[in-house]
Nanobody, 127 residues
Framework: QVQLVESGGGLVQAGGSLRLSCAAS????????LGWFRQAPGKEREFVVA????????YYADSVKGRFTISRDNAKNTLYLRMNNLKSDDTAVYYC????????????????????WGQGTQVTVSS
């Protein structure tokens, strides 16, 4: 079992930045594929970014590429999402997720690829 708790969300103006954190507990953090998803009001949950076991393979959704950066600190069992140049379209509840896998990050873009989810943290970008 893996427990995930997100934090760091909030209200920010367009063009601003936020860093989300996801603290993991339970089974060994480094053995999982980790990802971030988001869900805007009235929309389905969508893929944002995934990072594989070693952190050397990452894959971003086109909508966030160049603005968002995923990182992980296995010693602290924490996943981060740095979000720069935020836009109103980035407003959503952001979820971190963990799953098992050994392929490159682009294989882990679906909700079904992940077994564990956090409760989410709200990000609101004002224009």
């Amino acid at each position: 079992q893996v427990q995930l708790v997100e934090s760091g969300g909030g209200l920010v103006q367009a063009g601003g930045s936020l860093r989300l954190s996801c603290a993991a507990s339970g089974r060994t953090f480094s053995s999982y594929v980790l990802g971030w998803f988001r869900q805007a009001p009235g929309k389905e949950r969508e893929f944002v970014v995934a990072s594989t076991l070693t952190g050397t393979s990452t894959y971003y959704a086109d909508s966030v590429k160049g603005r968002f950066t995923i990182s992980r600190d296995n010693a602290k069992n924490t996943l981060y999402l740095r979000m720069n140049n935020l836009k109103s379209d980035d407003t959503a509840v952001y979820y971190c997720a963990a799953g098992r896998g050994s392929r490159s990050a682009n294989y882990y873009t679906s909700l079904v690829d992940y077994d564990y989810w956090g409760q989410g943290t709200q990000v609101t970008v004002s224009s």
